[in-house]
């Protein structure tokens, strides 16, 4: 039983890795504002999915100072550019 969920599990990974590679060449082969509304309406679902679960406030605190810590980052990178 082990083996068999073991299994299942890699060919779950090997199918989301098959999934990133397709999106990654898909975004190279078309510009920004094409695949950027596309993108936009998958995080926008998930985002909506998420709060129907019912998330605590807590987990809430704790995505929102994740997504600060992003956004600094890349501002700090952005900076470091110029």
Do not use: C, F
């Not at 060919?11 to 094409?34: C, D, F, G, L, T």
């Amino acid at each position: 039983m082990r083996e068999a969920l073991n299994e299942k599990h890699e060919r779950n990974r090997e199918q989301r890795i098959k999934a990133v590679k397709r999106w990654v060449a898909y975004i190279k082969s078309e510009p920004p504002e094409v695949w950027g509304p596309q993108q936009n309406a998958v995080v926008d679902d998930q985002l909506e999915a998420a709060q129907r679960v019912g998330t605590s406030a807590q987990h809430q605190q704790h995505v929102k100072d994740v997504a600060a810590d992003i956004a600094a980052v890349k501002d700090d990178d952005t900076a470091g550019r110029e």
